[in-house]
């Protein structure tokens, strides 16, 4: 599974990374907009909506639980410093898919006891594209987590994030973990949609 977090850079609207993305293949998009508001948010959201619908894509927003309830959206993603888990399925019921960010097996486990639907869990290396980083992982971090997981028999989707490049890939869906999400390696690329298409082929051949 290929996962994409929009980005905003200066070549790129968070719409147009979303399109790019769908465009290449991507069937699972994150729009994420740490800084904006809810009423900035909304319009980009209603059309990134679309795009998803149109190609088929799942569509998840980052932090705003009260926004995906409104829009109807697939689902959120929430980090170690927005809603909880919990709470934010007892807002949303079961019709709604639920991620959440860890960096430690112990947050893998109380995201799983809240009923999340999958882990992102990271980050991998260094990365821009996100402030007040967690603690890097590496490839040693992925291992143990899903040792630990393994053990305490724990059936969760995890997804490698954070700084992660295509060719990481491969070593990284090694160790155990179920997707990648991925941001600046498709919109740094001289051609975003040919290189997210050789992400997914990457992906899928491991």
Not at 134 to 141: C, E, I, K, N, R
Not at 165 to 181: C, K, R, Y
Request: hydrophobic share 40%; glycine share 10%; with cysteine.
């Amino acid at each position: 599974m290929l996962q994409f977090i929009s980005h905003c850079t200066e070549r790129y609207t968070y719409l147009d990374s979303i399109r790019l993305a769908l465009e290449g293949g991507c069937r699972w998009i994150q729009l994420r907009m740490k800084d904006a508001t809810d009423e900035e948010v909304r319009p980009i959201a209603l059309v990134a909506q679309r795009l998803c619908h149109e190609a088929g894509a799942t569509f998840i927003i980052d932090d705003r639980v009260g926004l995906v309830r409104e829009l109807h959206a697939d689902g959120v993603h929430l980090g170690q410093n927005d809603m909880p888990i919990r709470e934010a399925r007892r807002l949303l019921g079961d019709g709604f898919i639920i991620g959440g960010t860890a960096n430690t097996f112990d947050q893998v486990r109380a995201h799983y006891e809240s009923s999340a639907d999958y882990i992102g869990c990271g980050p991998f290396r260094f990365t821009t594209t996100k402030q007040k980083l967690a603690p890097v992982l590496g490839l040693d971090g992925y291992r143990t987590i899903i040792s630990e997981m393994e053990e305490a028999h724990i059936h969760i989707p995890i997804v490698a994030i954070g700084g992660i490049t295509e060719e990481d890939i491969p070593d990284i869906l090694q160790t155990g973990v179920s997707g990648i999400a991925l941001s600046g390696t498709v919109l740094r690329a001289d051609d975003p949609v040919q290189k997210m298409k050789q992400l997914i082929n990457t992906v899928n051949h491991e």
